[in-house]
């Protein structure tokens, strides 16, 4: 299990401005501070989710130049962690930028008086410690036996509703080398963008005819790490929309085409594909959604969704949304209008519920099979009925609206606006932004940064099972050879 922390933006600018405060006025003084975290448990993953701050009343601390905190701090603080069922974390700032090693003082406060108390919350310590311009670094105190080990924290990231921050620690986690495949790149938005660009872990659910482009476009700019959920396999109607599939490829898993284009367009010298042939609601593949630090939502499943919603909201994965509506005339045989979008999902943005992509009835209805029943879907009105008609350029909209946002959100600075959704409409010609936010009583508002204590409840248990992405070739040759071959491979087996 690896782990990572994740701030809201909220909880960063607070602990930083209070643990950088010295500093900022020119004073050579560290400070500190405990917060509280959830647990976000992937598959292979654990996040620490930081989004309140305990700040020391007077009194709390003293500081001379370093910093130490009181007993009755610490006791206030592991009394709130408990009363609320979450984590221990304590933070504290060094008069350097970057990633931030420890001192052997460091160490010692951590691991010999924190980490045994912290252990009350059933959770572990998690200590960070952040440098001059804001750079987080962090690790986990898990107990093994009577010991304390220290696990370092891959990446430590800040959702916010402009954009996404990520600290590496580029000794364990090195950025990706400059390469000549990759130079137009680099050279358009830099080498510190790339560098997060490279080290993410992107999910794709819905290999359909948006999330193919969407793959294809990751792996171009050099992502190397892909996990792919999909249960759906090629079909014949598929082919005049899905990038990549030919006749040949009727009856093949969808997760199994995507992996096999991505590994042929990477740009990146090592590419890791997870394929995961089932829907989002599986727990194997809603734990192996939960490793990963964006989620693109290909899918036009009001329980996929739902289950996505979550992962912005609870688990600080933003997620990016899109899809395209198509409008026909049926009794004269024509498009009356179509529209793509694309919208970012986090505790910042509006929810897809509130902005209409799915709603709960239609998350029950799908669970209970009436949304596969044509009968009932007759009786639908025709936005939710007409929701298969497309073609290829339409998806190559939005499957290039979700990148971009996606990519603008990785790479936007202060100044630039906020941008929450686009909505492209195909006969008016214009692209509008849409920064409404969630209801007000909104049940993902709530939700915030709460991790594993808020899951979908209808999640279906299933083992993730590897499809076979490369079934060995039909055996061509005559039935003699093959029979000869096999008594051949009999008296070898015997005779080892
Ligand atoms: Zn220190
Ligand atoms: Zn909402």
Redesign the pocket.
Known sequence: MTCDVAFTQDAHLAATRHLLQHFERGALQEDLCFALWQPSTGATRRTALIDEIIFPLDGDRDLHGNVSYNPEYLTRSLDLAIARGVGLAFMHSHPSPGWQGMSETDVWAERDRLAYPAGATGLPLVGLTTGTDGHWSARFWCRDGRQMIRHWCRQVRVIGPRSYTAYYNDDTTPPQPRRNILKRTFDTWGSEAQATVSRLRVGIVGLGSVGAIVAESLARIGVSRFTLIDPDVVEEHNLDRLLHAAPDDIGVLKVCLAKRAIERSATTEVVNVLALPMSVHHDAAYHAALDCDVVFSCVDRPVARDVLNYLGTAHLIPVVDGGVAVETKPANDRLLSAHWRAHIVTPYH??M??NGQYNSSMVVMELDGSLADSAYVATLPAQDRDRNQNVFPFSLGAAALEVNLMIRFLLAEDWWPLVRQQDQQFVAGTLDVINAE??PH?A??ARRARGDAEKPPYLVQSVAAKPRCHPAAADLRPWWLRFVDRIWRIVRWSGS
Do not use: E, M, S, V
Request: aromatic fraction near 12%.
């Open positions: 509006r929810c519920r509130c969630c209801q909104c993902f508002r």
